[in-house]
C-alpha cells in the first residue's frame, strides 16, 4: 500500500505536508505511511479515499482502477459539500447568492470569471 499511497500524493502534486494536511495528520506519518514503517489505519484509509476520490480495493489490494469514476454532477456535489464543511460565513453566504442568481447575472459573473482568467 506504501507505494499507492505515494502514487496518490504525487498524482495530485502534493509535498507530504500538504498530503497530510488534507488528510489530518502530521507529515511524519505520511512520511511513515510511504516508507513502510507503518500501515495506515482504517480511518487513514476511509479519509484518503473520500478526500481524493480513491477506489478502497486499489488502495489496500492494487486491485482494479485508482480512482472512483464519478459524474459531473457527483464530483460538483461533492466538491462544493467539501467547500462548505470547511468555509466561513463569507463563502457559505457567497454560495447561497449565486443560488439565486437570474441567468443574466449569471452572464455577468461568467464574464468577470473569464476577464480574471484571461488577464485582463
Known amino acids: 500500500m506504501k507505494?499507492?499511497?505515494?502514487l496518490i500524493r504525487e498524482q495530485y502534486g502534493l509535498s507530504q505536508s500538504a498530503f497530510a494536511a488534507r488528510l489530518g495528520i502530521s507529515r511524519a506519518s505520511v512520511c511513515q505511511l510511504e516508507s513502510g514503517i507503518n500501515g495506515a489505519s482504517n480511518s487513514t484509509v476511509i479519509n484518503i479515499c473520500r478526500e481524493f476520490?480513491?477506489?478502497r480495493?486499489?488502495?489496500e489490494t492494487g486491485n482494479g482502477d485508482m480512482l472512483i469514476n464519478t459524474t459531473e454532477?457527483?464530483?460538483l456535489a461533492r466538491?462544493?459539500?467539501k467547500?462548505?464543511?470547511d468555509s466561513d460565513e463569507f463563502v457559505i453566504k457567497?454560495?447561497?447568492a449565486l443560488g439565486q442568481l437570474s441567468p443574466q447575472q449569471w452572464q455577468l459573473v461568467k464574464d468577470f470569471v473569464d476577464k480574471i482568467k484571461s488577464g485582463t
Open 53 to 55: 476520490n480513491v477506489n
Open 83 to 85: 467547500i462548505l464543511a
Open 79 to 81: 466538491t462544493v459539500a
Open 3 to 6: 507505494e499507492r499511497i505515494k
Open 57 to 59: 480495493e486499489w488502495l
Open 73 to 75: 454532477s457527483e464530483e
Open 94 to 96: 457567497t454560495f447561497l
